[in-house]
């Protein structure tokens, strides 16, 4: 243990910042199971007895009256020589349970591991903290959220680092999903040399965008004054399934390419059928049509004109398969209401009108297209994460790979795949140094066909030139058969041979372009 006391630690440079304090304490018998909903990318395991440094610096950035807090754990015996840095969730940078479950996975397998809370003491509840005051956005707080401070817990990282082992790290990862996908991609354009390899998935890269559009299924129930019953959208999603399923060759109970499924929910309103939550016979009501017919397309104007992408058949709306759906409800006996999920009001409430008072029930559509388009004005700037332009990433060596659930049911995956896209403009073989895996049946970040092997391909690129192909995933189909199957590197999707007949063999697959 020795080494672990604050004065081993030099105070380390951070522009524009001073250091407020260093604090070193030593944490042993550290036991956690870890399962890949805590750490994207990898697989889970069993965290015994593990002994490390912990090491908190605390800085403050001149004129801006923060406190900003990075951790780092610092692995006692059997370092691996590398840092693997992790990233947030939600509204969360870091430093809470979320980030200290990625932690406590990447502890376990040697590496040194660090977090930071962007000056933010309790990210889960912004109405603490993105407000000044009524009116008044917190600008600072909402740009560390954001990601200006990103690259401070890099260098503090590495200085720690350098300071505790006498060395700097061989290399240097950063993990996430979601929120962390974000920030790693945040990363890769903003400070390409800070990260040797970026695995980043389920990016959360438009925020102003897809956060605020969660509501628009809610906007239209509100308007209508109707609200379906979840069973009536679980049974739209089951119709959908059974008529895109078998496009790809397989019966499975998995559209394995949703987006291209163009299910009309409309013939089949006045329908009866069999609700099994509460095992009786409902009627479609064309409302449940509407509703799920408006998350599949996404929001649009007055005029019919986009403003964001919408849900892939298949996914959960009604939240009762995953928790949260964009168009869920409560209902009793005899009445429905809507539950929306909280961070697309609260981000009507909090960043948009700046009121947490206001009524988002009472928001009209045109009302709603307005606040979007506000939305992107006031924060791409400060939460985007979506510049196409990774050339200073691509020549520094970095490399990164993402994989995005296709059934994502926060983050529609045509924003990734719109993005991928882009970068070609800038690095016309963007497959030389990123490489995306769309998710067949997969929510968001977790769940049923999750890759655990992201993070171990992305090391073997960076460390040994292993250039990524296939990945393989386990999807458990409707009959709760188990699946192996391959993921390709987007814009291929894995194709069933026919003759080799196995649909639950990964070796009856192969890679096509779509």
């Given at each position: 243990m020795s080494g672990c006391e604050p004065s081993t630690f030099t105070q380390p440079t951070v522009q524009g910042a001073t250091?407020?304090?260093?604090?070193?304490?030593?944490?042993?018998?550290?036991?956690?199971?870890?399962?890949?909903?805590?750490?994207?990318?990898?697989?889970?395991?069993?965290?015994?007895?593990a002994s490390f440094c912990n090491v908190t610096v605390s800085y403050t950035n001149e004129g801006q009256d923060d406190l900003v807090s990075v951790e780092t754990w610092l692995p006692v015996e059997d370092w691996n020589g590398r840092l693997q840095a992790a990233g947030g969730s939600g509204l969360g940078p870091g430093r809470f349970d979320m980030s200290y479950g990625n932690m406590a996975g990447a502890i376990g397998e040697g590496y040194a591991t660090t977090s930071t809370d962007a000056g933010i003491p309790n990210p889960l509840d912004p109405y603490s903290w993105v407000l000044e005051s009524p009116g008044k956005a917190n600008e600072v707080l909402l740009r560390h959220w954001g990601g200006d401070i990103l690259n401070d817990m890099a260098i503090i990282a590495k200085s720690v680092i350098r300071d505790f082992y006498g060395k700097p790290p061989d290399y240097s990862y950063f993990n996430g999903c979601s929120q962390g996908g974000r920030q790693g991609f945040e990363m890769a354009q903003k400070y390409p040399t800070a990260y040797d390899g970026i695995a980043a998935s389920a990016p959360a890269i438009h925020w102003a965008q897809w956060a605020p559009a969660m509501y628009w299924p809610q906007v239209l129930m509100n308007t209508l004054g109707e609200y379906p019953h979840g069973c009536e959208l679980d049974y739209l999603t089951y119709l959908a399934i059974r008529e895109c399923d078998g496009n790809d060759g397989v019966i499975d109970g998995i559209i394995s390419d949703p987006i291209a499924c163009f299910f009309d929910p409309f013939p089949y309103v006045g329908t009866t059928f069999t609700c099994t939550l509460e095992q009786k016979t409902m009627e479609l009501s064309r409302t449940a049509a509407i509703i799920a017919?408006?998350?599949?397309?996404?929001p649009s104007d007055s005029d019919g004109d986009f403003i964001w992408y919408g849900f892939?058949?298949?996914?959960?709306?009604?939240?009762d398969a995953t928790g949260q759906g964009v168009a869920a409800t409560t209902c009793n006996d005899t009445v429905c209401q809507g539950n929306p999920i909280a961070l697309g009001y609260q981000w009507f409430q909090l960043f948009v009108q700046k009121d947490p008072a206001y009524d988002t029930t009472a928001m009209t559509p045109e009302e709603f297209a307005e606040m979007m388009r506000k939305s992107g004005e006031e924060y791409d700037s400060m939460v985007a994460s979506s510049d196409p332009d990774l050339t200073g990433f691509y020549q520094a060596g970095g490399k990164m790979m993402t994989y995005h659930g296709m059934y994502d049911q926060f983050i529609p995956i045509q924003a990734t795949e719109q993005y991928y896209d882009g970068i070609r403009q800038f690095v016309p073989n963007v497959e030389d140094f990123y490489r995306f895996y769309e998710v067949p049946g997969l929510a968001h970040c977790f769940g049923n066909g999750q890759p655990t092997t992201v993070f171990d391909a992305l090391r073997a690129w960076v460390e040994n030139g292993t250039v990524p192909g296939t990945l393989p995933t386990t999807l458990i189909d409707a009959s709760g058969t188990r699946n192996d199957r391959i993921l390709c590197p987007y814009p291929e999707r894995a194709v069933f041979i026919e003759e080799c007949g196995n649909s639950a063999d990964a070796a009856c697959f192969t890679c096509a372009a779509s």
């Open positions: 250091v407020l304090s260093v604090s070193a304490q030593v944490v042993t018998n550290y036991s956690r199971q870890v399962t890949p909903v805590y750490y994207p990318n990898h697989n889970g395991l069993d965290v015994q007895d017919n408006a998350s599949w397309t996404g892939t058949r298949g996914t959960d709306l009604s939240g």
